[in-house]
């Protein structure tokens, strides 16, 4: 039975979650994506960047930005891991970009998960894992309106409903089981929508992008 494959990164690695078309699902962790990707199937989502520009903003994150605003980071490239901190690499784009140009603080702390997703993807490989963003499926399922923060107890309440009315069921148990591996609970939730989206997604924000490396530009939901 086919399985589908949403993951996301958390401090100390990475969580799936997958859903086989019977409906059965489950969750798994690993310091490393190797292990959760060599898990059977048919399709999988990640939320980290895939496909990276030299210099500029992807156009796919500019045009996610605008359905569900600052939820989504812009500024990957592909030398962020190139500077020694933060400051450094704003440096270097304001200089060389123009003012403003430069990467968050959020975008910064995922550097090293951007990186270990560039490593294992290829051309061939995105016929099968795509790059996706919770908020954007999470959009796309409330009928394409945004919902309450993530963080408060009301935009998580929603976003659980969402998923269990999309086979997730076990979520609220797992949500207490997750303590003591480090995993939050956006971090799950995330990784469920993004098993979802392999599952049922069919459309994405693009620009038509393709990176020095071959690799497509494009945030599916």
Partial sequence: MPSYLGLDG?????????IDDNGDHGFDYSPGLTRLLA???????????????TEGYRICDLRARELVGAAVFVGARRDLWAFPDMAAANRHYWEHEGKGRGVSAQLWNIRDKIREVDDV????????IGEAHPELIFWNL???????????ARGREQRVALL?????????????????TGIGC???????????????????????EIDPRGLRMEINY
Avoid at 121 to 128: E, G, I, N, V, Y
Avoid at 142 to 152: M, N, Y
Avoid at 164 to 180: C, M, N, S, V
């Fill in 142 to 152: 409330a009928g394409r309106v945004r919902l309450d923060r993530k963080t408060s």
């Fill in 121 to 128: 993807m290829t051309p061939a490989r995105q016929a099968t």
């Fill in 39 to 53: 898990m059977p199937h048919a399709r999988a989502m990640i939320d980290m960047p895939i496909g990276l520009k």
């Fill in 186 to 208: 956006d971090d799950l939730i995330d990784a469920c929508a993004c098993a979802v989206a392999a599952r049922d997604s069919r459309q994405c924000v693009d620009g038509g």
């Fill in 164 to 180: 269990r009315e999309r086979g997730f069921a076990r979520l609220p148990k797992w949500l207490t089981q997750r303590h003591g």
């Fill in 10 to 18: 958390f401090r100390f690695g990475w969580v799936a979650a997958w």
